[in-house]
């Protein structure tokens, strides 16, 4: 273990190298790459890295990218490749296509905004917007997620009670190239955090049709167990923070993490570095005397319904604040959560830092303020902090 | 399929224990897909091999999940996918030391159209796949709509009236990447295309296959006349049979006679081509033209074998 200073680009492309490096004494590692701003220099760092038994492809589109970690880890090869927005929409058909193959590739994603209009800065609507492909989905809120929550996908993706793949979105610029100190493990380590790959359905020599024809009954079932897959994540994420905490002495994020809600009667629930600045929001609130508190929504696929309506038990007033729209509905994290604030709270929906607006802790605190002296619920607002 | 067959080409002991398309298919009678099946498996024999079939009828003559009418490993992709698949594919194999060939079993639409991207850039980094393109000119299992392959003046539910343009030149493209082998094979020809699927499954590198494949629904032709209207196809010129190897030497495989019969008769058997929708002249001028770039690009293959003069001069100091 050693600390370093780097950005989340380059945590990301270290952790699937020393991920990769892990798989040695497996069938080892492959990789497809295409670049796209603000992913390239996670790319860029795993292309100029010595993996043994390793390889990566530099293709010619994000469709490929998918398709050629497809292949890796249909012949039982841990695999990753990383992207962003309208990467990612090109991509779709094959992120689709890894999820229902059942495969655990492990996938970065840079959340930008989609275009056109062009524009380079966080959104989440992009990675969102692929949340039903049947993929695993955690937001990072700080470079050490980076390095920490790519291992967790790795060792959940691959459990052999999953065989989901895992997609890591985290904040354009405001991570991606913003250089934090982090811990870095050593190969060791992640050697003994990270087990050889053993995939079940791998393509062998043995005739075999994967992916072909299913007819209702069988779609029905096979959906039924990817369903069941997702479900176990809960018990199996949480086995795997244990894990992790013995190899290398700190705990990955929970699914959810709450921030001085005990004695909450207001709470602002966000995604991504939005939930660093509601906790400093919080803090200044509470000075103020309101009893504010904050979570974040780190696991959003599957959805930690259980876990999210518990901390907001006994809360009045909750913000949803999404850094994404849907146009003709409202914020999609609102859209999933609002359900499950107590029966009688009051759920207001705002939408802060569209297009990589910077959201700081002033612009919470406001809304914390109009959140307190709000008669009832409205509909979703687009607080402009640009 | 244990029998001896072609003429003693294809030998007993070469012969796979089972055929790569086995009984239970759902292809229809005279495909020419099912005799490229055929032809494949006696080429391949007992090397273990790995499929890559993007949609296309290929695929859906597998049958559904959990059946499979296939008797090697098949990996269903996306339609635009099967190069990057194979890649995949292709890449673990070599990194785990294992022998196993990787194959691409594409269609005209997988292949011209939207797979055409993801085949360049395989090709480009030369990948060590095999990709065969089995052409039937048209959209198959979507109930025949045009491609990119189908022929000028053949009538398809998108092209009502008959196409106003003709197809690409796919060997072209293929070999202009400068790889290691890109041929056209003929089914009606036998010894040459055994040979060629040999030759190929045994190179490094990417390899390019492109197969005439008669589809007697989309054609509107007999199925029995699939092997004829080859025939007919590669007699008049209108099928060139060729192979280009490494991108720069081309070989013309089998010679046509250039007959206007056969060519009338290739046209008259298939009622997607109506006549008053097509002109023979216009095809025969097309079939002049793309002969007389092939002999001239098959001569200067000749003229290859010639060293060149040393470069003059010395090296630039930098």
Redesign the interface.
């Known amino acids: 273990m050693s600390t370093q200073l780097m950005t989340a680009n380059h945590a990301a492309g270290l952790a699937a190298t020393l991920a990769g490096r892990a798989n040695r004494r497996g069938r080892g590692f492959g990789s497809g790459v295409y670049p796209i701003t603000p992913q390239t220099e996670c790319i860029e760092f795993l292309c100029k890295q010595d993996i043994e038994k390793g390889h990566v492809v530099r293709v010619e589109s994000e469709h490929s990218a998918m398709a050629v970690c497809i292949g890796f880890s249909m012949a039982g090869l841990r695999a990753y490749t990383a992207s962003s927005s309208n990467g990612l929409a090109y991509m779709t058909e094959n992120v689709f296509a890894a999820g229902f193959y059942r495969l655990p590739i492990v996938m970065m994603a840079v959340n930008r905004t989609m275009g056109p209009p062009w524009n380079i800065w966080v959104d989440h609507g992009d990675t969102l917007m692929l949340r039903d492909a049947g993929w695993i989905q955690l937001y990072c809120e700080d470079n050490q997620d980076l390095m920490d929550l790519s291992l967790m996908c790795f060792r959940v993706a691959e459990d052999p009670r999953i065989l989901v793949p895992a997609m890591l979105g985290q904040d354009a610029f405001v991570l991606s190239h913003t250089i934090m100190q982090i811990e870095v493990p050593d190969q060791a380590q992640v050697d003994r955090f990270l087990p050889p790959l053993d995939l079940p359905h791998r393509l062998t020599d043995q005739p075999r049709t994967v992916g072909g024809l299913d007819f209702p009954h069988e779609i029905e079932q096979h959906r039924e167990h990817h369903a069941a897959a997702m479900n176990r994540v809960f018990e199996v994420y949480a086995e795997a923070q244990d894990a992790f905490e013995a190899v290398f002495g700190r705990r990955p994020a929970d699914p959810v993490v709450p921030y001085r809600l005990d004695d909450a009667e207001l709470a602002l629930v966000s995604m991504g570095t939005t939930a660093s600045t509601a906790r400093a929001a919080v803090d200044e609130a509470r000075r103020k005397g309101i009893r504010a508190g904050s979570l974040r929504v780190n696991l959003f696929r599957p959805f930690p319904e259980r876990q999210l309506a518990a901390q907001l038990a006994g809360i009045e007033r909750v913000a949803i604040l999404d850094r994404d729209l849907s146009p003709g509905m409202g914020g999609i994290l609102w859209g999933e959560s609002r359900a499950l604030a107590p029966r009688d709270a009051l759920v207001q929906n705002y939408m802060l830092g569209l297009g990589g607006g910077d959201v700081r802790p002033e612009h919470l605190v406001a809304v914390i303020d109009d959140l307190a002296g709000l008669e009832r619920a409205g509909a979703p607002i687009i607080q402009e902090v640009a | 399929m244990n029998e001896p067959a072609l003429g003693g080409i294809a030998q007993r002991a070469q012969d796979r224990p089972e055929p790569i398309l086995r009984p239970g298919n759902t292809n229809c009678g005279g495909c020419g897909m099912s005799i490229g099946w055929q032809f494949l498996s006696r080429a391949v024999a007992h090397e273990?091999?790995?499929i890559?079939i993007p949609a296309c009828c290929g695929?859906?003559t597998?049958?559904?999940?959990?059946y499979?009418a296939?008797?090697?490993?098949?990996?269903?992709?996306?339609f635009?996918?099967a190069a990057?698949?194979?890649?995949?594919?292709?890449?673990?194999?070599?990194?785990?030391g294992e022998a196993?060939r990787v194959l691409c079993w594409a269609g005209d639409g997988g292949t011209y159209d939207i797979g055409m991207?993801?085949l360049?850039?395989a090709a480009?980094?030369n990948e060590n796949i095999l990709y065969i393109c089995y052409d039937n000119e048209i959209y198959g299992n979507t109930g025949g709509q045009r491609s990119s392959a189908t022929p000028l003046g053949a009538v398809t539910t998108t092209t009502p009236i008959g196409k106003e343009v003709g197809k690409k030149d796919i060997v072209g493209i293929m070999a202009a990447h400068g790889i290691a082998y890109a041929a056209s094979l003929s089914l009606a020809h036998p010894d040459d295309a055994m040979r060629k699927f040999r030759h190929c499954l045994d190179l490094e590198g990417f390899r390019f296959l492109h197969i005439l494949s008669p589809c007697p629904t989309g054609w509107k032709s007999e199925p029995a006349d699939g092997v004829q209207l080859l025939r007919l196809a590669v007699s008049s010129g209108l099928y060139p049979v060729i192979e280009v190897f490494d991108g720069e030497r081309t070989v013309i495989n089998v010679e046509p006679s250039f007959s206007y019969e056969d060519l009338a008769t290739y046209f008259a058997a298939q009622a997607r081509f109506k006549r008053e929708r097509y002109s023979l002249e216009a095809v025969a001028a097309r079939i002049q033209r793309n002969w007389r770039r092939l002999r001239v690009q098959a001569a200067a293959s000749a003229a290859l074998a010639e060293p060149l003069p040393e470069p003059a001069g010395a090296p630039l100091a930098v």
């Not at chain 2, 597998?62 to 959990?66: E, I, Q, T, V």
């Not at chain 2, 296939?70 to 996306?78: D, Q, R």
């Not at chain 2, 990057?84 to 785990?96: P, V, W």
């Open positions: 273990p091999i790995q890559v695929i859906v597998a049958g559904p999940y959990p499979s296939y008797g090697a490993p098949i990996l269903a992709s996306t635009a996918s990057a698949m194979a890649t995949g594919l292709s890449q673990a194999a070599r990194l785990n196993t991207a993801t360049s850039a480009e980094r």
